[in-house]
């Protein structure tokens, strides 16, 4: 965890070189709002509060704070998509019948979900939306348990994920 928390400090004090070093206002505008989004989320590593991205029980996070973050967010999904067409790891894993681990979820996963009648996700994430279920169709159950990258969740939050994921496997659903 600290060494997101010093990348993401690095990156936002090369925002802030950025900044002082650029005449035109409306680049240097940019950099300090690069800046101020990934020293923010260094805090939050700093911290471990996954609670600054203010994810909701629904999985979605609010537009202030997308807004507020967006130069870490586009920076981590173009990072996500390249490092997943590049791994050679399936993106989503049955690790036992019924129960499957998966990295974070595209649009194009919904098949597999389809195909494998999976109708409950865990998202374990704390600074992505997840899928729109509603709008893609689905009727998935989900959950989530915000939690930072390469951080250790509470007590709480594993007893949390694992009564949800007991009472879903003891109705059958995958």
Known sequence: MLLHTNVYLLLGLVFVFLSISTAD???????????????AVSLAYL?????????R?????????RWLLW?????????????????????IQEVEPGLFLARRLF?????????HDIGAVLDVTAEFDSLN???????IDYLN???????????AQVE???????????????
Not at 59 to 65: D, F, H, K, Q, R
């Open 25 to 39: 206002v409306y680049f240097r505008s940019a950099w300090v709002w690069a800046a101020a989004s990934f020293f």
């Open 47 to 55: 911290l471990n509060k996954p609670t600054i991205f203010r994810k």
């Open 57 to 65: 029980a629904n999985g979605t996070i609010p537009i202030a704070i």
């Open 71 to 91: 130069p870490f967010l586009w920076m981590t999904q173009c990072y996500n998509a390249v490092a997943r067409r590049r791994d050679k790891v399936p993106a």
């Open 107 to 115: 649009p194009s996963d919904i098949h597999f979900l389809r195909y």
């Open 133 to 139: 279920w509603t709008l893609l169709g689905e009727e």
């Open 145 to 155: 348990v915000p939690i930072l990258d390469h951080s250790i969740p509470t007590e």
């Open 160 to 174: 949390r994920a694992l009564n949800w994921i007991h009472t879903h496997r003891k109705d059958g659903r995958s």
